[in-house]
Each structure stands twice: as C-alpha cells, then as structure tokens.
C-alpha cells in the first residue's frame, strides 16, 4: 500500500504533467494563430500588389470625351494654327490628322459630294466660317475615310430635324483619332443665355460631345431646327442634296432609345463614296 509521501509524489508527478501538456497545447495555438496572421497579411499585401500592377498608368480623356482608356497615350497639338488633338482615342477607320498649315486657309469653299444608296448629296463647306473644320473635313474626303460608312442617326421632331453622319462603327461614338476645336463665330447670339439658336434648313454642321471634340461626324440639318449655339457650322446642304434628304427623312425612322422621332434611318444610307469636286 502506496505511502502518503509516495501519493505526494505521484500527485505532484501528475500535475507536472497536466501542466506540459497545457504548455503544449498553448504552445500550439499561439502558432496557429502566428501563421494564420502572418498568411493574411501575405493575402493582403499581395492583393494591393495586383491592384496596384493592374491600375498603374495615367489616365489621359479621350479627345472626343468618352470614357477615359487606361491604355490611351497623352494627347498632343499640331504646330499650326489649328492645333488639332492628336494621340486620344484610335481612329476608328485609320486616318493620318489632317495638316495644320500657316496660315490656315480661310477664304473659298470646297465643294464635296456624298453619293449614297438614296441620291447624292452635294455639299458647299465655307473657309470664311470654320477654315480649321473645312481644312480638316476635306482632308477626311480626300483620305476616303467616309467611304462605305453609315448616316447612323435621323431625327423628325418639331425644333430637330437632322441627319448624321460620320461614324465608321455607325454606333455614335467613333471617330477618327483628333479632335477639332470649336468654330463658332458664325452663329447668332443667342436671346438670353442657355437658349437655342436657329440652325436653318441646309445647314451643314459638327457633332460633338462636348466643347472642342470634333471629329468625323456631322449631321445636316433639313428642317428648320433649335439647338444651342455650340456645333460648329462649316458649310450648307446644295438643292439636290436637301431633295435626298427629303427622300430619306420620308422613309421613316426605326425608334431609338430616345424615343420614335430619334433613331436610325428605316431605309439604311451609307455614304457609298465622297469626293472633293
């Protein structure tokens, strides 16, 4: 029979070992827990690597306003007179930008004709009014970037009667690469400010998406509309062209998301070639 020192002993020899194994156990978790944090801190920081990798590079706005492309290289000017945007978004048909010659010419008209599906259009662009525009316009014809693309856009209500053109993707949002600035002194003033002006039947002018963001496209406008004073008119519709109009508008519109009198041309026109006369 065990003697009361030889109990003390075994007890005391069991507590021991109780506490080893609580020291292990704790031993334990703290390195559980150590590697854990240490693996989120990894998990962590190499996210923010990624995000870092994926987002470096400056974002330059495209010259036509849309929605910036990281991979978009900065704009540049041309030397001249005209300083045409260059370097923002790809053209979307390939396009040299126009030349910008001192001085720029600004006396005469360029007579252009746009033959498509439904009749040519003969057109009238006006030096004394946009000579950076028509200098760019008629490099355009003659580089054959409006060949085989469409009039993407008709409009029939009350103050807006055009049709657009311009656009190789014929989705509203091309262009070709550079960005013409704003000539608008040849518009009236309007009667107070933020007020349309008058845009008569036959007028030829820039669309843009904002101040200074002119590229290929332009509509012709032939009804009498409202607009505000902020699209750069270069030139007029001649007679047989405002007849073809005339014919296209007659054939209705295909409903676009800005309602029944806004949309694309329910016979489809595309500009088959232009030529400077």
């Known amino acids: 029979m065990p003697t009361n020192q030889q109990r ?3 007890a005391k020899r069991k507590l021991e070992r109780q506490l080893a194994r609580r020291a292990e156990r704790a031993k334990r978790r703290r390195i559980v827990a150590t590697a854990i944090t240490v693996g989120g801190v990894v998990v962590v920081v190499g996210l923010i ?8 590079g400056e974002n330059t706005p495209a010259a036509n306003g849309e929605t910036p492309d990281p991979s978009t290289p900065a704009t540049q000017t041309t030397g001249g007179p005209c300083k045409y945007v260059t370097g923002g978004k790809p053209a979307s048909k390939p396009v040299d930008a126009p030349p910008d010659v001192d ?8 007579k252009v004709n746009l033959k498509t599906g439904q009749g040519d259009i003969p057109l009238t662009l006006d030096r ?21 693309t ?97 014919k296209i508008a007659a054939n209705g519109i295909t409903p676009g998301q800005n309602g029944p009198e806004d949309g694309a041309p329910k016979t489809p026109v595309s500009i088959e070639t232009a030529t400077v006369s």
Request: hydrophobic share 30%; with cysteine.
């Open 150 to 246: 469409p009039c993407h856009r008709i409009t029939a209500s009350a103050g807006l009667k055009v049709l657009q053109c311009g656009d190789p993707t014929g989705q509203g949002s091309g262009g070709p690469g550079f960005a013409i600035n704003d000539e608008l002194g040849s518009l009236p003033k309007p009667p107070a400010e933020g007020q349309p002006v008058p845009y008569p039947r036959g007028t030829l002018a820039m669309a843009n998406s904002g101040p200074n963001t002119n590229g290929s496209q332009f509509f012709m406008v032939y009804g009498d509309s409202q607009l505000p004073p902020n699209y750069t008119v270069f030139g007029s519709i001649d007679a047989p062209g405002l007849a073809t109009l005339d």
């Open 128 to 148: 004394t009014k946009a000579a950076c525009t028509v200098q760019a316009i008629e490099h355009l014809v003659k580089a054959k970037y409006y060949d085989g």
């Open 49 to 56: 690597y990624l995000l870092v990798v994926l987002n470096t």
């Open 103 to 110: 001085p720029s010419p600004n006396a005469g008209t360029v």
């Open 8 to 10: 003390r002993e075994q």
